[in-house]
């Protein structure tokens, strides 16, 4: 039973690229008379990036695959945020898409199991545009989680986030949760934890690009197109989601404009001041050819929601996050 206390907000993964700019979002808000909580093994996170709110939250680090530390972490949550993923770049989970479905699914498994008695309010699950069949319309739309495959090159990471919706409904179905489900499109920025050859595409050109290797290999033609978001972003979004209680059915966060690999490698170019060849390898994955998200739900919804970070602005943000994570100088 709730006692009369501030409610708590607990935000798995909080301390990851997305989770850390919602955190903040949280944090600094003087409206929200709460207490906020990030659940994180930071394995994909940074302490780090909670550094400069650390004396507003309450950090509860474990690993959600243990069912003990997960009945733990949530006994007196009353809004949750689910983040907490592991999610690569295109090279290692085209590699390992047995490992991503399991991983993720152990988390999925122990987190419905705990929620189902602890029964918060509300609940916010970060599902993926991988959910989505490559040969869906572009824009893709709000599709049911099941219409077609996931996206292939990244289908165990996709079947898993399906998972995650389906239980997730069923969740709410049963205890009376309000669920709030969000489908992200190829987020970035500046507080991502570099993961070497399974890091995510803009990291990875980042880091070539910068790094003044001569010649550097991209994945694909270069002609496949991608609408990006920056994570704040993102994390405004999903925190006016849950606000406004939306429960309508899955939402996606992205944008219909879209950007060339070629003109993004040619953005980073361009800012950072060194053009190196660029060897396009036709013979590895490149994913979809188009993916951009139709956004008609999302501005019915928001009608006035403004993008705070444009594509260019972003490339810097990764310019100086280039610079705190690989420069010597810089290093903490």
Same mark, same amino acid.
Request: hydrophobic residues 35%.
């Given at each position: 039973m709730k006692t009369d206390r501030p409610?708590?907000?607990?935000?798995?993964?909080?301390?990851?690229?997305?989770?850390?700019?919602?955190?903040?979002?949280?944090?600094?808000?003087?409206?929200?008379?709460?207490?906020?909580?990030?659940?994180?093994?930071?394995?994909?996170?940074?302490?780090?990036?909670?550094?400069p709110f650390k004396n507003n939250i309450e950090i509860r680090e474990g690993d959600l695959e243990s069912k003990s530390f997960c009945n733990e972490a949530f006994t007196d949550c009353d809004i949750v945020y689910h983040l907490a993923s592991r999610a690569f770049g295109i090279g290692y989970s085209s590699q390992?898409?047995?490992?991503?479905?399991?991983?993720?699914?152990r988390v999925t498994t122990n987190l419905i199991d705990t929620l189902r008695k602890v029964k918060p309010k509300k609940l916010l699950i970060t599902s993926s545009s991988c959910v989505y069949d490559d040969n869906s319309q572009t824009p893709i739309a709000e599709a049911p989680i099941f219409d077609g495959y996931p996206e292939y090159s990244n289908r165990?990471?996709?079947?898993?986030? /399906?998972?995650?919706?389906q239980k997730s =409904?069923? *969740?709410?179905? @049963?205890?009376?949760?309000n669920l709030i489900t969000v489908r992200p499109f190829n987020i970035y920025g500046e507080?991502?934890?570099?993961?070497?050859?399974?890091?995510?595409a803009i990291p990875m050109l980042v880091k070539k690009i910068l790094s003044k290797e001569k010649s550097i290999e991209v994945w694909g033609s270069g002609d496949q197109r991608r609408s990006y978001i920056h994570a704040l972003d993102c994390?405004?979004?999903m925190h006016k989601l849950m606000e406004l209680n939306y429960n309508?059915?899955?939402?996606?966060?992205?944008?219909?404009?879209?950007?060339?690999?070629?003109n993004l490698v040619s953005i980073i170019s361009k800012l950072s001041q060194y053009k190196p060849k660029i060897?396009?390898?036709?013979?590895?994955?490149?994913? /979809?050819?188009?993916?951009?998200?139709? =956004?008609? *739900?999302?501005? @019915?919804?928001l009608p006035n929601f403004q993008y705070s970070i444009t594509l260019e602005e972003g490339m810097k943000r990764m310019l100086d996050w280039y610079s705190k994570v690989f420069d010597p100088k810089n290093s903490e």
């Open positions: 409610s708590v907000i607990c935000i798995t993964g909080g301390a990851g690229l997305i989770g850390s700019f919602l955190t903040k979002c949280l944090a600094e808000n003087k409206h929200v008379n709460s207490k906020i909580v990030v659940i994180d093994d930071f394995s994909t996170g940074l302490q780090s990036n909670l550094f390992n898409q047995l490992e991503m479905l399991i991983h993720n699914e165990g990471y996709g079947w898993a986030k /399906r998972f995650l919706e =409904i069923l *969740l709410s179905q @049963e205890t009376g949760i507080t991502y934890k570099w993961r070497g050859d399974a890091s995510q994390a405004r979004i309508c059915g899955p939402v996606n966060i992205g944008t219909q404009e879209t950007v060339s690999i070629k060897n396009f390898n036709i013979d590895r994955p490149e994913g /979809r050819h188009n993916k951009s998200s139709n =956004i008609n *739900l999302l501005s @019915e919804i």
